[in-house]
């Protein structure tokens, strides 16, 4: 079992940059597949930015030059880095992991892109 547990969320003015975490306890090793996922008011949650076993990250349309995502193996951890901030940004962002078998989502963390 692994338990993903979202951080860094919060306010941010357009322009600005926020950095998200997403730690997790438990099995880190048996994660294949990494990254974020987001869902705004009266929408459906998409994909943001994710990692496929060793290959390069990929980023939704979106948010591609303004987000990097990256994994630390060594801290269990998972980091969003976004700059440019858009008011599109804002929603609740979801750290997802996948093994062989099993989804993990986090409980989400809202991000507020406004003046």
């Known amino acids: 079992q692994v338990e993903l547990v979202e951080s860094g969320g919060g306010e941010v003015q357009p322009g600005g940059s926020l950095r998200l975490s997403c730690t997790a306890s438990g099995n880190w090793i048996s994660i294949i597949n990494i990254g974020w996922y987001r869902q705004a008011p009266g929408n459906e949650r998409e994909m943001v930015a994710l990692?496929?076993?060793?290959?390069?990250?990929i980023y939704g349309d979106s948010v591609k030059g303004r987000f990097t995502l990256t994994r630390d193996n060594a801290e269990n951890t998972v980091y969003l880095q976004m700059i440019s901030a858009k008011p599109e940004d804002t929603g609740v962002y979801y750290c997802?992991?996948?093994?062989?078998?099993?989804?993990?989502w986090g409980l989400g963390i809202q991000v507020t892109v406004s003046l």
């Open positions: 990692i496929r076993g060793s290959s390069s990250p």
């Open positions: 997802y992991g996948r093994s062989r078998t099993i989804t993990y």
